[in-house]
């Protein structure tokens, strides 16, 4: 899948079948007024349930994934930005193979201060899950399953199927 970005005065945001880099989404926040930079990066384990994992692979719907990104990071990170008080934000998901020890999703938030940066990356982590149209398949060493997530679950969207 080709890059995909949007972006607004202080936020951007990126599905990207390429390597994602921590690096690139701390430098889009940095900002003279920001006292704090907190990120978050959800990395794929290898393990779960006592299982060795070999890879996970996010797959979207190309077409939906982006209009879907596009209205709903655009609500996310706006309404992150006004809740914690942010002073810029990035966001950064992966699709295809993502192997063992490697990021799946980048968030950078930065702030006058700590607390709100390190609220911001828990918050849009959540709203990322219970919003945007991305699968994961979780793959062992003797065999794979799609796997469902159980925020879209409690948040009444299972029908969306999100990573």
């Given at each position: ?8 005065e202080?936020?951007?945001a990126?599905?990207?079948?390429e390597?994602?880099d921590?690096?690139?989404c ?10 704090a930079?907190?990120t ?35 609500d ?14 990035a966001?950064?998901h ?13 968030i ?6 700590r ?22 398949k ?17 948040l ?7 990573a």
């Open positions: 899948m080709e890059p995909a970005s949007i972006s607004g202080q936020w951007a990126r599905v990207s079948g390597a994602l921590l690096a690139q701390m430098q889009f926040v940095e900002d003279p007024g920001a006292g930079i907190s978050f990066s959800g990395v794929t384990r290898n393990s779960f349930k006592g299982k060795a994992v070999v890879k996970l692979e996010y797959e979207c719907y190309t077409d939906m994934a982006l209009k879907k990104l596009k209205a709903r990071a655009q996310v990170c706006e309404e992150c930005c006004q809740k914690h008080a942010i002073i810029r934000l966001v950064a992966r699709v295809g193979e993502v192997w063992v020890g490697q990021p799946s999703v980048l950078a938030a930065s702030s006058a201060h607390l709100e940066a390190i609220q911001a990356c828990h918050w849009v982590i959540d709203a990322l899950k219970a919003t945007v149209p991305i699968w994961k979780e793959f062992f060493e003797d065999g794979s399953i799609w796997k469902e997530n159980a925020e879209c679950q409690l009444g969207n299972s029908s969306e199927g999100l």
